[in-house]
């Protein structure tokens, strides 16, 4: 497509509820992220992908937490047992290069609005 | 370990004058520094960016950002504010150097516009 594509953007879930939101980058792209953005704040990194590899998870708050990327394209964010906590914006940016994605930068979706209640 | 500090987290403008964001970093290594707005309901999408060819960047909706190293800043600036500028702003910071460099993000600044 033209452009990220995440879905669904809201959902709410019950606390203790599993979720899972999808993101479809750039065709192409190689490079994949995610990031959380709580109310009023920037956005925290949480995972990077370079094709199907998980290269840095560094940034998952907890082992609730889970990507994946099987196919080097289409990416699943998993939240298993989700807490009020969890309740934020999870943003997906991909880009072209392997390397040296500063160059270019992100391109970011829409993002998910995760409310839990 | 990167880090970017944006000064005031909202900042109030009239409609026609001159709009100053301000962003200071701290990196080890020579930076690549963004300046991304987000609209309401939206993604992030990117203003401009500074990769060492030019210290003076120029980038879209008449903005422009200078870096200086001497002061490890990247201010925002555009000459003449629009209603249409009324939006969330961040500054970011990536390494130059890391294959994997992820892009680390301020905590925003708020820009109001009044009539």
């Known amino acids: 497509g033209a452009g990220v594509s995440q879905s669904p953007r809201y959902k709410v879930a019950k606390r203790g509820q599993d979720v899972a939101l999808r993101c479809d980058p750039i065709?192409?792209?190689?490079?994949l992220f995610w990031y959380q953005q709580a109310l009023g704040q920037g956005p925290e990194f949480l995972t990077y992908?370079?094709?199907?590899?998980?290269?840095?998870k560094s940034g998952l708050p907890s082992d609730r937490f889970f990507a994946e990327r099987p196919e080097g394209s289409v990416s699943t964010l998993k939240i298993q047992r989700t807490q009020q906590e969890d309740s934020a914006v999870y943003l997906c940016?991909?880009?072209?290069?392997?390397?040296?994605?500063?160059?270019?930068?992100?391109?970011f979706g829409s993002g998910t609005r995760l409310t839990v209640v | 370990a990167q880090s970017v500090t944006q000064l005031g987290s909202h900042v109030s403008v009239s409609e026609g004058a001159l709009v100053l964001l301000r962003c200071n970093y701290s990196?080890?290594?020579?930076?690549?520094l963004f300046w991304y707005v987000q609209y309401p309901n939206q993604g992030l999408q990117l203003l401009l960016k500074?990769?060492?060819?030019?210290?003076l960047v120029k980038g879209i909706n008449g903005f422009e950002a200078e870096f200086k190293k001497s002061e490890t800043s990247f201010h925002l600036t555009k000459p003449s504010a629009h209603m249409s500028d009324a939006a969330e702003y961040f500054c970011?910071?990536?390494?130059?150097?890391?294959?994997?460099?992820?892009?680390?993000f301020g905590s925003g600044t708020r820009l109001s516009i009044r009539p």
């Open positions: 940016a991909s880009s072209l290069l392997s390397v040296g994605q500063g160059l270019y930068g992100y391109t």
């Open positions: 065709s192409g792209h190689v490079s």
């Open positions: 992908f370079q094709n199907e590899a998980q290269l840095d």
């Open positions: 990196s080890s290594v020579p930076p690549y």
């Open positions: 500074y990769t060492s060819a030019a210290t």
């Open positions: 970011a910071v990536s390494d130059q150097d890391s294959s994997a460099s992820k892009i680390i």
